[in-house]
């Protein structure tokens, strides 16, 4: 079963995480696990072809490999976040190693905004993390673009009903080529009229 909406559970376990955007009038657009050649460049030709404004939040070992597209994501005015540098879950890894794992990304990535790969997180790692100061961000709706058995049309019902505020994720990985190709212009056609802004 896909959950496109955020758990109300987790919402209410981790009142602290990001689970909207910070202004009610616009919408937020994220992209996960890049950068990659396969799937970045398209996506940040399009965001600048519609005068949009997102977030990423990269994976360090991605920043590692393909450095020129990481400086390109900021050069053009979007917001970087870190993912982890090897995409790890926190709920199979001990909190020592996750956030080494987590400090290793950091070293290459300069923000104050993570997101725990597949939305997993802990109490403990939560007050460590707002200790240091960074800012959870978890999402309003995710669009399965990840998955290639997911039906894009299924997704873009659904989002007819997200609101002004949402955090929507996506993805800029190879496995989410063909569905992001057809979902973002979509999206947005959907939006056309909405503000769009970096976390």
Request: hydrophobic share 40%; net charge positive; glycine share 4%.
């Amino acid at each position: 079963m896909r959950f496109y909406h955020s758990n109300f559970l987790f919402k209410a376990i981790f009142p602290s995480c990001l689970w909207n955007g910070p202004q009610t009038d616009r919408y937020y657009l994220t992209f996960d696990d890049g950068p990659t050649p396969e799937v970045t460049p398209w996506v940040l030709d399009f965001l600048k072809e519609h005068g949009i404004k997102a977030t990423f939040f990269c994976v360090g070992a991605n920043v590692e490999k393909y450095p020129d597209l990481y400086k390109r994501i900021i050069a053009e005015g979007h917001r970087v976040g870190n993912h982890t540098y090897s995409h790890l879950s926190a709920w199979e890894h001990s909190t020592k190693n996750w956030l080494a794992d987590f400090d290793k990304a950091a070293a290459l990535i300069d923000s104050n905004l993570v997101r725990p790969p597949y939305g997993k997180m802990t109490p403990m790692l939560v007050k460590k993390l707002s200790r240091r100061g960074y800012r959870i961000v978890m999402w309003t709706f995710i669009t399965y673009d990840f998955d290639i058995k997911a039906d894009m049309h299924i997704s873009l019902n659904y989002l007819k009903s997200v609101k002004p505020g949402s955090i929507i994720v996506m993805h800029d990985q190879p496995k989410a080529a063909q569905h992001i190709k057809m979902l973002l212009p979509a999206l947005v056609a959907l939006y056309q009229n909405a503000p769009y802004d970096t976390l």
